[in-house]
Nanobody, 124 residues
Framework: QLQLVESGGGLVQPGGSLRLSCVTS????????IGWFRQAPGKEREGVSC????????TWADSVKGRFTISKDNAANTVYLTMNALKPEETAVYYC?????????????????WGQGTQVTVSW
């Protein structure tokens, strides 16, 4: 059973920034792609961005391009999502997930393991 633990969520004003962290195992980072996803109230879960085992980045959500950055630190067994210029409509629970392969497929059905999620609220 692969574990992923998210942290870093919270309340931030519109235009503010947050950095989310997803701690997992060294083997997960070496062998699988890790993605960030989000689920807003009443909406389906959607993919935000993903990083492959080799470090190749895929951004799935066009709305975050230029504002969100995914990265990983293999020494810390952590994948980060740095979010800038946050908008109220980006209020959601943010999850990290490990895909079944070493590349980012873009399919939720290919996510084998999920973290518990971290709440991000963008509001005045």
């Amino acid at each position: 059973q692969l574990q992923l633990v998210e942290s870093g969520g919270g309340l931030v004003q519109p235009g503010g920034s947050l950095r989310l962290s997803c701690v997992t195992s060294a083997s997960a980072l070496n062998w699988y792609a890790i993605g960030w996803f989000r689920q807003a109230p009443g909406k389906e879960r959607e993919g935000v961005s993903c990083i492959s085992s080799s470090g190749y980045v895929t951004t799935w959500a066009d709305s975050v391009k230029g504002r969100f950055t995914i990265s990983k630190d293999n020494a810390a067994n952590t994948v980060y999502l740095t979010m800038n210029a946050l908008k109220p409509e980006e209020t959601a629970v943010y999850y990290c997930g490990s895909e079944t392969d070493d590349y980012c497929s873009g399919y939720l059905s290919n996510v084998a393991y999920w973290g518990q999620g971290t709440q991000v609220t963008v509001s005045w």
